[in-house]
């Protein structure tokens, strides 16, 4: 059950922006849309999170399409640090008492 | 604060073996959850719990078993291990409840390789 669909893989020059989409056709009202990454070796960690509005924090932008059926990940700059697998989820309406689950991600290259 | 740790970091099983994989967290978190992540592969759920006492099945729980008796242990069981159980477990944990903000916390992971 594919509830998230992602590109396999891409590449972003060093210091520059980078839009990793994901697309959620089948969204409900209630679930929000999760971003997690995973560095080489390392269990994942939560980047951002978001329902309705466009999001930002510390690590990235979160940008949500206004039909909910899709979603862009912003890091705002590219560093070497940022190479990792990024993970779109969605759900969360019901935290604890539903199963999220995560795809395969998005491998993202930061050229030098 | 230590965060979300697990032991052991590697582990070598020989088919039928039963072993128990541990997590603890320090940050008084009333959701835990285990996965498992084969390699170039997403996380699949197998397990977890909402708080102490309670326990439910995520997309591939056979051949595992958990219990949480404490808010900050959630103990996994590989009850009869075989090849398949070959992969990289991780534990997370989080927050619940109105005003969460849903984010889990993982653990570094272990390496378990079953022959």
């Known amino acids: 059950d594919a509830k998230t669909t992602q590109p396999n893989s891409m590449e972003s020059n060093e210091e520059e922006p980078v839009h990793l989409p994901c697309n959620h056709s089948?969204?409900?009202?209630?679930?929000?849309i999760h971003w997690y990454r995973q560095l080489p070796s390392q269990g994942p960690e939560y980047v951002i999170h978001?329902?309705?509005s466009n999001v930002n924090n510390r690590m990235a932008s979160l940008a949500i399409a206004e039909d909910r059926k899709s979603s862009t990940l912003i890091l705002h700059r590219a560093t070497l640090r940022d190479a990792a697998v990024y993970y779109c989820?969605?759900?969360?309406?019901?935290?604890?008492?539903?199963?999220?689950?995560f795809g395969t991600g998005t491998r993202l290259t930061i050229i030098p | 604060n230590a965060g979300v740790t697990q032991t052991p970091k590697f582990q070598v099983l020989k088919t039928g073996q039963s072993m128990t994989l541990q997590c603890a967290q320090d940050?008084?978190?009333?959701?835990m959850s285990w996965y498992r992540q084969d390699p170039g592969m997403g996380l699949r759920l197998i397990h977890y719990?909402?708080?102490?006492?309670?326990?439910d099945q995520g997309e591939v729980p056979n051949g595992y078993n958990v219990s949480r008796s404490t808010t900050e242990d959630f103990p996994l069981r590989l009850l009869s291990a075989a090849p398949s159980q070959t992969s990289v477990y991780f534990c997370?944990?989080?927050?619940?409840?109105?005003?969460?903000?849903?984010?889990?916390?993982f653990g570094p992971g272990t390496r378990l390789t079953v022959t």
């Open positions: 719990s909402v708080g102490a006492g309670i326990t």
């Open positions: 940050m008084n978190h009333e959701y």
């Open positions: 089948t969204i409900s009202g209630t679930d929000y």
């Open positions: 989820l969605r759900g969360g309406s019901n935290f604890g008492n539903e199963k999220l689950t």
């Open positions: 978001g329902l309705t």
């Open positions: 997370a944990s989080s927050y619940l409840g109105a005003g969460a903000s849903y984010e889990q916390y």
